[in-house]
């Protein structure tokens, strides 16, 4: 709280003292890329009340409180005037009208430093209420408003031991409470740890998850809290501390008795460094990298890492990566593309005045290709001059036909293709991550009728010459089936491959010498007729 401030006066001295010893300085701190300063980012601070003589708000919004019979007293650093002490009777202080405040808000921080006193409970409190020593309340109206207080947006209190709890326990709670939806819990801690013990707690909120911190502890992480953005009512916001309405004595609220040494409220969530900042060096541990990596769902082998680490209050002046093939960096941030498959270890290293900090992870490389996902049916098409064929894609969620040319539809899954010559074409898919895929498309028309060559003897006697049996084409055929009969009308080979021929055996074994009847079954393309042919072969061996 008391640094801050020095350092500020400090510097204005230093700087127009020794001008140059300024710049030097600058140049200095440049040097040592990604310096942290070891202090709480003020961005989003609405409120920062250090109560160093007075209650003004020095987060430069001018949010002044009003002190209501609060007297100045020594704070946490035993310094004089330097926090507001609470008779528990009638004493308070109000910061009115925070604009910044007026708003929706899906997260936020209150940090607040205090020490209670004298927390008993109130025989005038009936069951099944608890005595509750409110310190702070966030609300609408003024603070005679049993209303403003019931809907407010937090309130936070200790009680003391009650009924059905241990005797030396105590609890912290709190409340938030945005028109019809509330919450409310706390947590636990012996009453000698909190009566006449400086406390720093905070509040950290972002949309359903609120977290409490006691000192440097995280006590309670609710994860499943409605989200609430919402104030109820119409008034000026504000935020009381130390004072209840009296309208809510019956419930069992009472005011504070205690210090109150330092409140700052955020727009943003805190991280958990920034936290332990405000408490001070007792948090200080060691520093914990983090890393992120993010793969590129299009290309496995494209990599995204990031360094995450929360490093408020460290003074990190370097950071280095190293991966395991030997490439470094020492961005924060960086894109890398792996060029082989297999596992790859990445090390972030962050220096710090305080010793050099270590994290290591390991990345699976599946594949350095693009990723596939696109189907074809069939991507080499025989077409008979003047008819059509339609070509069935599969596995994106949008096409693209490349050229756009004799086809019914260029972004169709099952277009219809009447080319009049022959065509190639770059077809391009798109899944619902955004990748791309591609596949080629080749189309040959041919004229129906296209001439089939069928030999009348062959010589399977294994001098490579003239050893086996089939037909030729100028260009491939569609249904085709090709079967051999023997004299007596059995079939002796069959085959629905044009390329596949009849060596003249019928499992393993040679046939003799002779005629053989054949039949032949094709057509040219698609769209061409059915040819069916006959005729004889001689073997001769």
């Known amino acids: 709280m008391f640094l801050s401030v020095i350092i500020l006066i400090e510097y204005k001295k230093f700087y127009f003292t020794n001008c140059m010893r300024t710049i030097l300085s600058v140049l200095f701190a440049l040097f040592f890329i990604g310096e942290i300063e070891a202090q709480i980012s003020s961005d989003s601070l609405i409120l920062y009340i250090p109560f160093n003589g007075n209650a003004n708000d020095i987060s430069g919004n001018n949010y002044h409180g009003v002190v209501n019979g609060a007297g100045l007293t020594s704070g946490a650093d035993n310094q004089p005037n330097n926090a ?123 949309e359903g998850h609120l977290r409490i911190y006691h000192n440097c502890t995280l006590e309670n992480d609710w994860k499943n809290l409605p989200v609430i953005d919402e104030l109820c009512g119409t008034g000026p916001v504000q935020i009381s501390l130390g004072n209840v309405p009296k309208g809510v004595f019956q ?52 990599i995204k890492i990031d360094d995450i680490t929360d490093t408020a209050g460290y003074n990190v002046h370097r950071r280095k990566w190293q991966l395991s093939n030997g490439d470094t960096s020492d961005l924060s941030s960086f894109d890398y593309s792996f060029q082989n498959t297999g596992r790859v270890s990445v ?59 004799y086809l019914n539809d260029c972004t169709s899954s099952s277009p219809v293709i009447k080319p009049l010559t022959d065509m190639d074409y770059n077809v391009y898919a798109t899944d619902g991550s955004g990748c791309i895929d591609t596949a080629a498309v080749h189309v040959s028309i041919v004229k129906d009728g296209n001439p089939v060559y069928v030999p009348t003897v062959f010589t399977p006697n294994g001098d490579g010459k003239n050893d086996r049996f089939g037909i030729s084409s100028t260009q491939m055929l ?43 079954h094709y057509k040219s393309g698609a769209g061409c007729g059915i040819k069916e042919k006959k005729g004889t072969v001689m073997l001769i061996r």
Request: with cysteine.
């Open 251 to 302: 419930y069992g609220y009472r005011n504070f008795k205690g210090k109150i040494d330092e409140l700052r409220v955020y727009t943003r969530e805190l991280s958990e460094n920034e936290v332990k900042l405000f408490v001070g060096d007792l948090c200080k541990g060691p520093l914990q990298p983090e890393i992120k990596v993010t793969t590129d769902p299009c290309y496995p082998n494209r």
């Open 84 to 206: 507001y002490s609470f008779n528990g009777i009638d004493n308070s202080i109000v910061f009115p009208n925070i604009s910044k405040l007026n708003s929706a808000l899906k997260e936020f921080t209150i940090l607040i430093r205090l020490q209670p006193q004298n927390m008993i409970p109130d025989a005038t409190v009936v069951f099944p209420y608890w005595t509750t020593y409110l310190f702070l309340w966030w609300h609408r109206n003024n603070t005679d408003s049993v209303n403003a207080f019931f809907q407010a947006r937090m309130r936070t209190g200790w009680q003391p031991p009650n009924t059905g709890t241990s005797a030396n326990n105590s609890f912290l709670s709190y409340m938030m409470y945005w028109c019809s939806i509330s919450t409310a819990s706390g947590y636990q801690k012996d009453t000698a740890l909190v009566e006449n013990q400086w406390v720093s707690i905070a509040y950290v909120y972002k």
């Open 347 to 405: 090390s972030l290293q962050l220096f710090t005045s305080n010793g050099t900090f270590l994290k290591d992870t390991t990345l699976i490389i599946s594949s350095v290709d693009g990723k596939k996902f696109l189907s074809v049916n069939q991507d080499f098409i025989t077409l008979c001059n003047g008819h059509d064929a339609q070509v069935q894609l599969a596995g994106g969620t949008s096409y693209k036909w490349e050229p756009c040319t």
């Open 478 to 520: 569609q249904e085709f089936r090709l079967q051999i009969f023997d004299r007596w009308g059995e079939c002796v080979f069959t085959t629905g491959k044009f390329s596949e021929k009849w060596d003249g055996t019928v499992k393993g074994r040679a046939v003799p010498s002779g005629v053989y009847v054949w039949t032949l």
